[in-house]
C-alpha cells in the first residue's frame, strides 16, 4: 500500500517541484478546454439543429397538400411541362437524383408516403402560383413558364 502511495505522490511532488512554468501552461489548456466543453453545446445546437417551423410555414405546407389534391388533368400537364423545362426529373429533382427507397415519396423512417405532386410542391412552392395564379403561398413567387 505505501508503494502505492509513493508511485502516485512522488511524481507530483517532482512535477511542483521542477516545471512550475510548464504546470501553468497545462493549466492553461486544460481551462481552455472546459471552456470549449461548456460553449460546446450551444455550437451544436446552431449548426446541426434547424429551427421548428412558424404557424405561417406549417399553414403554407397544409395549403400546399391540400393544393396537391386538388390539381386538375391541365394543371398536372402544367407542372410536368414545367419540369422538362427546367431539366428536372418526374419529382422536381436533379436528372440524376438517386433515391434510398427508389423514389423519394416514401420515408421510411416514418412510414408516411406522399403523392408525387405534393412532393413537387412543397420543394417548388412557386408552382402553386403559376399553376393556379389565383393561388399565393406565403413565401411564393411564381415560376417561370418554360415556354417563354
Known amino acids: 500500500m505505501s508503494r502505492l502511495v509513493w508511485l502516485i505522490i512522488f511524481p507530483l511532488v517532482l512535477s511542483a517541484c521542477s516545471v512550475r512554468g510548464g504546470l501553468a501552461k497545462i493549466d492553461g489548456k486544460l481551462g481552455q478546454g ?5 460553449e460546446w453545446p450551444g455550437q451544436y445546437r446552431q449548426r446541426y439543429m434547424s429551427a421548428p417551423p ?11 397538400a391540400a393544393l396537391a389534391k386538388e390539381l386538375t388533368a391541365e394543371e398536372k400537364e ?8 427546367q431539366g428536372l426529373n418526374r419529382y422536381g429533382d ?3 437524383t438517386l433515391y434510398a427507397g427508389g423514389n423519394p415519396l416514401f420515408d421510411e ?3 408516411e408516403t406522399k403523392e ?18 389565383s393561388f399565393q403561398t406565403a413565401t411564393s413567387e411564381p415560376a417561370a413558364d418554360p415556354a417563354n
Open 116 to 133: 408525387r405532386f405534393e412532393y413537387i410542391l412543397f420543394n417548388h412552392p412557386e408552382l402553386a402560383s403559376f399553376v393556379r395564379p
Open 78 to 85: 402544367r407542372i410536368e411541362k414545367w419540369l422538362v423545362g
Open 54 to 64: 412558424s404557424p405561417l410555414d406549417l399553414l403554407s405546407t397544409t395549403t400546399l
Open 34 to 38: 472546459f471552456a470549449w466543453l461548456s
Open 109 to 111: 423512417s416514418t412510414g
Open 94 to 96: 436533379a436528372v440524376k
